[in-house]
Every structure is written in structure tokens, then in C-alpha cells.
């Protein structure tokens, strides 16, 4: 399987901190693809993890797409899409070291938009994904 950036000169690369946030588009060849539900701040037990802290939802969020892709076989680095849903955006916007450190130098194909409420009252951000895998 292959995962190749397409460069994109005409449009607008978003950069924050000094890290790209993600790319317009990504190209597969091969490999099976993997569809990731929407993962929610919580533990192995259900439990909600870091109630109003959109910091920590974050964490738990992006901890447990790792766990979901390593039940697959796969790891961030087979992510080519992610939708996240937030509460507020401008939280969210906070902790983009949070989401950067997940995501690293070669982040997916990304869309973030800013929801009125999630699956309960006190969810903050959730994020679904397509990963392609050898």
C-alpha cells in the first residue's frame, strides 16, 4: 500500500505552531480500508475522561483511534481522513499541540467543524477516521 501528499501549490497550506494541520489531499494505491466510528472521551469502561476539559477529551480521544487502528493492524501513519466535531472551536484551537503531537509531521486529510452537542451533554470533541492498510 501506498500513502502519498499531493502537493496542492494553489491552495492555502494551514500551518499553526509551525506544524502542518493536514493536507487537501491524499492518494492510496492498494491496501484494504479501514472505517473508524466516531471516538468519544471515554475509558475502556464507558466512563467519560477529563469533563470540561477539552484538553484532555483530546488525549483520550486521539488515544483511543490509536487503540481502534492497532485492533486493525494499522497505526497513524495508515490515517488518510478524520472528521472532528467540537463544541467550541475556539477551545479546540487551544490544544492543536495536543492534536499535532498525535498526528506528527504528516497529518491526514481533515475537515473540523464546530457542533452544537455531541452524544452527551458533557462530550467536547469526537472524531471518526479512514485509514488504508497494506
Do not use: W
Not at 37 to 59: E, N, S
Not at 99 to 107: K, L, Q, V, Y
Amino acid at each position: 500500500m501506498s500513502r502519498r501528499p499531493v502537493p496542492t501549490p494553489a491552495l492555502f497550506r494551514h500551518v499553526r505552531n509551525g506544524t502542518l494541520l493536514y493536507h487537501h489531499v491524499i492518494e492510496t494505491q492498494g491496501g484494504r480500508t479501514l472505517y473508524i466510528a466516531g471516538q468519544l472521551a471515554r475509558d475502556k469502561d464507558g466512563r467519560l475522561v477529563g469533563k470540561g476539559d477539552m484538553g484532555a477529551q483530546l488525549r483520550q480521544v486521539c488515544e483511543n483511534l490509536r487503540l481502534a487502528l492497532a485492533a486493525a493492524g494499522a497505526d497513524i501513519r495508515h490515517l488518510v481522513k478524520t472528521n472532528t466535531y467540537v463544541t467550541d472551536i475556539d477551545e479546540f484551537f487551544k490544544f492543536i499541540d495536543v492534536r499535532n503531537a498525535f498526528f506528527g509531521d504528516d497529518p491526514p486529510v481533515s475537515t473540523t467543524v464546530e457542533v452544537r452537542r455531541l452524544a452527551g451533554p458533557d462530550f467536547l470533541v469526537e472524531i471518526d477516521a479512514i485509514a488504508v492498510v497494506e
